[in-house]
């Protein structure tokens, strides 16, 4: 899938189309399912910021961050074509870093590889001590699915949850 943003599109509507277009392509096929789709993309100074991709990518991002606060957007859609059902919400989590020493941020990557991650770090694992502090109404969001609103959303489809 081609997770390009559209000419002009801002980060909260690109985030909520790839998280509905994940969705929808497998909802589709699956009619009578219940389907989920999610998507994250980080941005700085309102800018979109990729995965970094490379290890030299994912120093460079961390870098930039150093001693700033980054947002996470989350997406998440969920979808059930025989029940016309359709829910989406984005998450925000605004991501404080520390600041941080050359040396930690090279350690760091070179322990997590996060280069397939979008903002370079993976809070799961050694990057949650990138940060100072991080805010969300959903903090399971920043692993990249928000399950606090998905829970939500399959109450409304009448799940018993827990």
């Given at each position: ?10 980060a ?11 969705a929808?392509?497998v ?10 789709g999610s998507?994250?993309v980080v941005?700085?100074?309102?800018e ?21 606060t980054v ?6 859609s ?7 059902f ?6 925000f989590?605004e ?5 941080l ?17 979008a ?9 949650i ?20 609103t ?13």
């Amino acid at each position: 899938m081609d997770e390009t943003p559209l000419r002009g599109e801002i980060a909260d509507r690109l985030v909520a189309r790839l998280a509905r277009d994940k969705a929808g392509s497998v909802a589709r096929r699956f009619p009578l399912a219940v389907v989920i789709g999610s998507d994250q993309v980080v941005t700085c100074d309102e800018e979109i910021i990729g995965k970094p991709l490379t290890s030299d990518g994912a120093v460079a991002q961390l870098q930039r961050f150093n001693g700033r606060t980054v947002q996470f957007l989350t997406a998440v859609s969920v979808l059930c074509e025989e029940m016309a059902f359709e829910y989406e919400r984005t998450v925000f989590t605004e991501t404080c870093f520390r600041p941080l020493s050359d040396d930690e941020i090279y350690r760091y990557v070179k322990q997590d590889q996060p280069q397939d991650c979008a903002g370079s770090f993976k809070s799961e694992a050694a990057g949650i001590s990138l940060l100072s502090a991080m805010r969300s109404d959903d903090p399971t969001a920043i692993v990249g699915l928000p399950l606090i609103t998905v829970s939500e959303a399959l109450r409304l489809l009448g799940f018993a949850v827990p």
